[in-house]
């Protein structure tokens, strides 16, 4: 029974390594842009261009891939990945580095099509929700630890050598990969045009898919002016901002694992419940977000039910499509990365216009309605 968990936990590693590549670029802004010659705004392209081409490259590359093993294609994901960090590391301009980064967005928007389904197929079925828990606690453990260890790095050595190491440790994921987890021959990859024909075809499927959309622009909206926000509202210094964020980060892994139970038996309950939570805590933000302790008891809340609707709207999507998870994960992937831009662009413009504190209420408004409309449907997604 230990073999399984062992590839549970390789897979949550490649989880770890993909994100924290994808937002390392987060932190270390100002010395890559001071080594390259560009302004700190165009360094920031490194995260935009990989996110996109995460969200639109999933849904074909898991069509076109859909006879390779998947744990050969998961080995061949991390192989450009490790190449990706070295080949950054050494790029003499920005154009190679920026190139480098689409094709690295490419095979982590691969790696979040097939991720979640390899770990629920490692273990007994009765497991499985367990098992996604475990391998989505991956991305509060990045955002605690994986960021701020890229920017400690940094500090102790330069830009370059942390995308070397972060090469290394990749490297180390894909042996990890090798050698504990077993062949998994594909077995519900669908074609490309089947794959966009699903949401036409899967009533429930499009409801979970419409309430993610809703749900991550609402939240991303917010989250990504959360720290001018707390500056502006409760006098947070950076150092309490990062204090905060790694609290967030904290609750997003208790919340994944306290869902995995919960999940189990009802996800669609989990994902109002959690969704209840977001739209508290969004409000508890415009009020006790004032101080530093109603901010500190708001970002952990947060975090809490961020993780626990992360986990149901997954379990939500296999419920609703069983039998072609992997291609319903693949548009699940889409929507969710597309939102993220798409939510960070529109709090953008209500900062920029109507101020700050407007954002958090785009925030309330979007997760609201994804609650909403859940709530209204019929209960068709149980898992």
């Known amino acids: 029974m230990l073999r399984p968990w062992l590839g549970v936990t390789a897979i949550t590693a490649s989880l770890f390594v993909f994100l924290t590549t994808e937002l390392m670029p987060v932190g270390l802004l100002t010395p890559i842009s001071a080594g390259l010659g560009i302004s700190v705004g165009t360094a920031g392209l490194m995260v935009t261009l990989m996110g996109v081409s995460a969200g639109l490259g999933v849904p074909f590359i898991v069509a076109w891939t859909r006879r390779v093993n998947r744990r050969a294609l998961l080995a061949a994901l991390l192989v450009v990945l490790t190449l990706g960090n070295v080949i950054t590391s050494v790029s003499p301009n920005f154009?190679?580095?920026?190139?480098?980064?689409?094709?690295?967005?490419?095979?982590?928007?691969?790696?979040?099509?097939?991720?979640?389904?390899?770990?629920?197929?490692?273990?007994?079925?009765?497991?499985?929700?367990?098992?996604?828990?475990?391998?989505?606690?991956?991305?509060?453990?990045?955002?605690?630890?994986?960021?701020?260890?890229?920017?400690?790095?940094?500090?102790?050595?330069?830009?370059?050598?942390?995308?070397?190491?972060?090469?290394?440790?990749?490297?180390?994921v894909l042996v990890?990969?090798?050698?504990?987890?077993?062949?998994?021959?594909?077995?519900?990859?669908?074609?490309?045009?089947?794959?966009?024909?699903?949401p036409l075809?899967?009533?429930?499927?499009?409801?979970?898919?419409?309430?993610?959309?809703?749900?991550?622009?609402?939240?991303f909206g917010a989250y990504t002016f959360v720290r001018p926000y707390l500056e502006e509202h409760a006098a947070a210094t950076p150092l309490f901002v990062t204090i905060l964020l790694m609290a967030y980060g904290v609750g997003g892994a208790a919340g994944n694992l306290v869902?995995?139970?919960?999940?189990?038996?009802?996800?669609?309950?989990?994902?109002?419940?959690?969704?209840?939570?977001?739209?508290?805590?969004?409000?508890?933000?415009?009020?006790?977000?004032?101080?530093?302790?109603?901010?500190?008891?708001?970002?952990?809340?947060?975090?809490?039910?961020?993780g626990i609707v992360q986990l149901s709207q997954v379990t939500m999507t296999q419920a609703a499509a069983p039998e072609t998870f992997e291609a319903a994960m693949s548009l699940n992937t889409m929507a969710y990365n597309t939102s993220i831009a798409l939510?960070?662009?529109?709090?953008?413009?209500?900062?920029?216009?109507?101020?700050?504190?407007s954002v958090v209420w785009f925030g309330i408004a979007l997760t609201a309605a994804a609650l909403l409309l859940v709530l209204a449907s019929r209960p068709k997604t149980r898992s």
């Open 201 to 219: 075809r899967n009533g429930p499927l499009r409801l979970v898919l419409t309430a993610v959309v809703l749900f991550v622009l609402g939240h």
């Open 259 to 306: 869902a995995g139970p919960i999940v189990a038996r009802n996800a669609r309950r989990g994902f109002i419940g959690g969704s209840i939570g977001l739209v508290t805590s969004l409000v508890l933000l415009l009020t006790l977000g004032q101080t530093q302790a109603g901010a500190v008891v708001t970002l952990i809340l947060w975090g809490v039910t961020f």
């Open 343 to 357: 939510g960070a662009l529109a709090g953008g413009l209500f900062a920029d216009r109507l101020g700050v504190t």
């Open 95 to 172: 154009p190679l580095v920026l190139t480098t980064r689409l094709v690295m967005g490419f095979a982590s928007g691969t790696f979040w099509g097939i991720g979640v389904a390899m770990a629920m197929r490692l273990v007994p079925e009765r497991h499985a929700s367990r098992a996604a828990a475990v391998v989505m606690s991956g991305i509060s453990i990045g955002a605690v630890a994986g960021i701020p260890l890229g920017t400690t790095l940094e500090s102790l050595t330069d830009w370059r050598t942390t995308f070397l190491i972060w090469g290394g440790l990749s490297a180390l």
């Open 176 to 198: 990890a990969v090798a050698v504990l987890i077993p062949s998994l021959p594909s077995d519900n990859a669908v074609s490309a045009r089947e794959v966009f024909r699903l």
